[in-house]
């Protein structure tokens, strides 16, 4: 009966231990970087995003009806669309595990075409629902300067906001691995010695 309540025990814990040490679990339950906002660029502009990304507002079709986009990582176009209006804009992200051999792939950044506007002096595309999700495999976020394009009235308009990933306590997944790890090791010394 002492086994069965032990391996109960340490499945519990061996699922946590998962939980801390699986990135794609961690990232669960986090705030996104961008929530929910929306946006608006002319033709040729883009939009600064965090962790290297920039959203590209390329053209918009003769008739008005569709925009092309580009999201790059670095300067490096990792994405490219043609959106028609309420079309939404994904990027997803894979990362392979090789311990496990599985994959999972996760929203990096979505947004919607939420209105093609065109005009004699300027072509403008109004984004809502963006969303940019927190990517571990990538440095940690810095405020990002640019929060507003350039097309602002204001040349001075910039809004920084400070965004950290993860828990927001440093040094806390470290922490809580160690911790779990040193509860497995006691749970199982007990178990051994039990035999």
Not at 31 to 43: Q, R
Not at 49 to 62: E, P
Not at 137 to 156: F, G, I, M, R
């Amino acid at each position: 009966m002492k086994i069965l309540g032990m391996g109960k025990i340490i499945i519990i814990v061996g699922i946590f231990l998962l939980g801390a040490l699986h990135p794609a679990l961690a990232q669960m339950g986090t705030e996104p970087l961008v929530n929910g906002t929306s946006l608006y660029l002319s033709t040729g502009q883009s939009w600064t995003f965090y962790q290297g990304y920039s959203f590209n507002l390329m053209s918009i079709s003769n008739s008005g009806d569709k925009v092309w986009v580009q999201l790059k990582q670095n300067g490096t176009v990792v994405k490219s669309a043609i959106l028609s209006p309420d079309e939404v804009f994904y990027y997803n992200s894979t990362t392979h595990y090789v311990l496990s051999n599985h994959s999972v792939e996760t929203v990096q950044l979505s947004l919607r075409v939420s209105g093609i506007y065109t005009g004699e002096v300027a072509d403008i595309v109004t984004f809502s629902h963006v969303y940019q999700y927190y990517n571990p495999a990538l440095p940690e976020p810095t405020p990002t300067p640019t929060a507003y394009p350039v097309n602002s009235n204001d040349s001075n308009v910039t809004a920084t906001t400070t965004v950290t990933g993860g828990s927001g306590i440093p040094g806390f997944k470290i922490l809580s691995t160690t911790i779990i790890i040193g509860i497995c090791s006691i749970f199982l010394r007990k178990l051994h010695n039990e035999f």
